[in-house]
């Protein structure tokens, strides 16, 4: 079973920041990573599937970058629609069972 | 646009059985797997199991037992039960599809259940 690991739990940062978001999977995992944002009462939303493609209408601050077992969100320059918290996600291939991390919380400094 | 609805009771007696229809519009469920995902307040995500259109399925194995899916096909809706619930099953549950490598994309908006008496 995979258990993802995200650190750290809460990022704090200024607008205009760069927030590196940091995920790691047990287990070799290849490409097989997403990330949600999820804002307070809101459901999660798809950002990138696959480590590294921008889900549709995504901005282009939005990055992942990784493979194996580490993982990383990058938010280039925070807005203020950015603070929120975000989830990385594995689906195995066969069976098909998901995880998810965490959560790591990016907060206004 | 494919999109997705929860819908059931708010409220759950423990000990009893939660049961959730998610209505998928916009588009076919005849495809894709189908997941429920819950989240107890202020924690993170839990999933609780998939069914696939064909009607397979599998769940999360800390729930196993307590759980099942179903699908609807002529109604475009699939089905969540959790028996014997306890307050620890208090949550927000969502149903979202599964494109496998592409994500889990759209959500529903979720629906909150309390097991409570």
């Known amino acids: 079973e995979i258990v993802l690991t995200q650190s750290p739990a809460t990022l704090s940062l200024s607008p205009g920041e760069r927030a590196t978001l940091s995920c790691r999977a047990s287990h070799n995992i290849s490409t097989y990573l997403s990330w949600y944002q999820q804002k307070l009462g809101q459901a999660p939303r798809l950002l990138i599937y696959d480590t590294s493609n921008r889900a549709t209408g995504i901005s282009a601050r939005f990055s992942g970058s990784g493979s194996g077992t580490d993982f990383t969100l990058t938010i280039s320059s925070l807005e203020p629609g950015d603070f929120a918290v975000y989830y990385c996600?594995?689906?195995?291939?066969?069976?098909?069972?998901?995880?998810f991390g965490g959560g790591t919380k990016v907060e206004i400094k | 646009q494919v999109q997705l609805q929860e819908s059931g009771p708010g409220l759950v007696k423990p000990s009893e059985t939660l049961s959730l229809i998610c209505t998928v519009s916009?588009?076919?469920?005849?495809?894709?797997?189908w997941s429920w995902i819950r989240q107890p307040p202020g924690k993170g995500l839990e999933w609780i199991g998939y069914i696939y259109y064909s009607g397979s399925t599998n769940y999360n194995s800390s729930l196993k037992g307590r759980v099942s899916i179903s699908v609807d096909m002529s109604k475009n809706q699939f089905s969540l039960k959790l028996t014997s619930v306890t307050a620890s099953d208090t949550a927000v549950y969502y149903c979202?599809?599964?494109?496998?490598?592409?994500?889990?994309?759209?959500w529903g908006q979720g629906t909150l259940v309390t097991v409570s008496s």
């Open positions: 916009g588009g076919s469920i005849n495809s894709y797997y």
């Open positions: 979202a599809r599964d494109r496998g490598i592409l994500g889990i994309d759209p």
């Open positions: 996600h594995h689906r195995s291939s066969w069976p098909p069972v998901l995880a």
